[in-house]
T-cell receptor, first 113, second 111 residues
């Protein structure tokens, strides 16, 4: 299975943009790129996903490299509530039609007031 | 509101005992998943199910069992064969090409 690689931790100042990188050099053509975030003792929360094109939603933007071997989650103005562990995940759709999510180890984002 | 309900929130197991973790969803999702999370680590896939009466092993299925008799329910049994069961267990569900929805988790500890 393809895998993702993320930095263990990052820091950002409040109200500044944050760029969270993810490498997925073994991604296949049909794998989707998902990002989730997790607060302590809670289940992960969906942030954004994409396949080939850059994506924007109310929470964040996702920039996908042209060769799809890396992506970057962009939080435009970090707030204290954005402090969490951010997971870059590949969604594999197997030949039998099953959906399998491959989680990386995540990046712990610390936001400084 | 639609969502995923996991119960109990905290569970304690004695040595040699099987325990079952409940996961129920009312999102009408076909696919359901069980993950294990150890402190400071990411999620690892235990079992997943795409349709009723069918499920597949994930990366760490040994010592666990599941059933999928109803679309809404996907219980996970942690058997006595799982030698290190202390962890945070997360259940998730998804519809076709939709994001996964997660429950709030069950924290299992050994007495």
């Amino acid at each position: 299975d393809a895998k993702t690689t993320q930095p263990n931790s990052m820091e950002s100042n409040e109200e500044e943009p944050v760029h969270l990188p993810c490498n997925h050099s073994t991604i296949s053509g049909t794998d989707y790129i998902h990002w989730y975030r997790q607060l302590p003792s809670q289940g992960p929360e969906y942030v954004i996903h994409g396949l080939t094109s850059n994506v924007n939603n109310r929470m964040a933007s996702l920039a996908i490299a042209e060769d799809r071997k890396s992506s970057t989650l962009i939080l435009h103005r970090a707030t204290l509530r954005d402090a969490a562990v951010y997971y870059c995940i590949l969604l594999m759709i197997t030949t039998s039609g099953t959906y399998k999510y491959i989680f990386g180890t995540g990046t712990r984002l610390k936001v400084l007031a | 509101d639609g969502g995923i309900t996991q119960s109990p929130k905290y569970l304690f197991r004695k040595e040699g005992q099987n325990v079952t973790l409940s996961c129920e969803q009312n999102l009408n999702h076909d696919a359901m998943y069980w993950y294990r999370q150890d402190p400071g680590q990411g999620l690892r896939l235990i079992y997943y199910s795409q349709i009723v009466n069918d499920f597949q092993k994930g990366d760490i299925a040994e010592g666990y069992s599941v059933s999928r008799e109803k679309k809404e329910s996907f219980p996970l049994t942690v058997t006595s064969a799982q030698k290190n069961p202390t962890a945070f267990y997360l259940c998730a569900s998804t519809g076709r090409l939709q994001p996964q929805h997660f429950g709030d988790g069950t924290r299992l500890s050994i007495l």
